[in-house]
């Protein structure tokens, strides 16, 4: 099925590990974005890809990097974990003026203990 | 900063009955305006989008309104069931010429049988 993958699903690392969070896409689309999504804060945009080769601070990338490797994947980097970042992360991608808003994967669950 | 609001963390409504979740904004009137379903432990999932030249958008069961003068959009679920229980989630474009938009912290619907 067309969609955005994410992996992993599930991860726990420890203060100070770092990790890669990987992120596919199968519809040609343009832009791609990482969220995260913390209790009562809602969704928080990380960083944001309009396309490939072009990278843009969201609203909380301290502690962040990205990398839109081509146009289907853009990855996400802890270098450093910390326990604040313990969250629920979620790629996506879209069409710049589609009528089918985003497409978002199923999430990886991070706890950094 | 553009603020958005969503009445109520959770609503209560008796299936059957038709179901209305608030979504309102603060500053510079939105492009357009997104409402997304999102399922315990899974990604947001699109449902609808509306422009601003648009008062009503329909899919099936669902409505969506935009009145830009009150700053406002109603997202209507008709003849409710139980399994139209979710959060549900606006979204708002960012105007800054790309594709970004911010989300609310979205309304918790439960359809009591």
Redesign the interface.
């Known amino acids: 099925n067309a969609g955005?993958t994410q992996t992993p699903k599930f991860q726990v690392l420890k203060t100070g590990q770092s990790m890669t969070l990987q992120c596919a896409q199968d519809m040609n689309h343009n832009?791609m974005?990482w969220y995260r999504q913390d209790p009562?804060?809602?969704?928080r945009?990380i960083y944001?890809s309009?396309s490939e080769g072009t990278t843009d601070k969201?609203e909380v990338p301290n502690g962040y990097n990205v990398s839109r490797l081509n146009k289907r994947e853009f990855s996400l980097r802890l270098e450093s974990a910390a326990p604040s970042q313990t969250s629920v992360y979620?790629c996506?991608s879209?069409?710049?003026g589609s009528?089918?808003?985003?497409?978002?994967?199923?999430?990886t669950r991070l706890t950094v203990v | 900063s553009q603020k958005i609001e969503q009445n109520s963390e959770a609503l209560n409504i008796q299936e059957g009955k038709t179901a209305t979740l608030t979504c309102n904004y603060t500053n510079y009137s939105p492009a357009y305006l997104?409402w997304?379903r999102q399922d315990p432990?899974?990604?947001?999932?699109?449902?609808l989008?509306i422009r601003e030249n648009e008062k009503e958008k329909r899919k099936e069961r669902l409505k969506v309104t935009f009145d830009t003068t009150l700053k406002q959009s109603l997202f209507h679920i008709t003849a409710s069931q139980p399994a139209d229980s979710a959060t549900y989630?606006c979204?708002l474009d960012m105007s800054q010429g790309?594709?970004?938009?911010?989300?609310?912290?979205?309304t918790r619907l439960h359809i009591l049988p």
């Open positions: 955005v832009s974005y009562g804060m809602g969704l945009l944001y309009a969201g979620f996506a879209s069409e710049r009528n089918y808003g985003y497409t978002f994967g199923s999430g | 997104q997304y432990g899974r990604g947001p999932v699109f449902l989008l989630l979204a790309d594709d970004k938009i911010i989300f609310g912290k979205g």
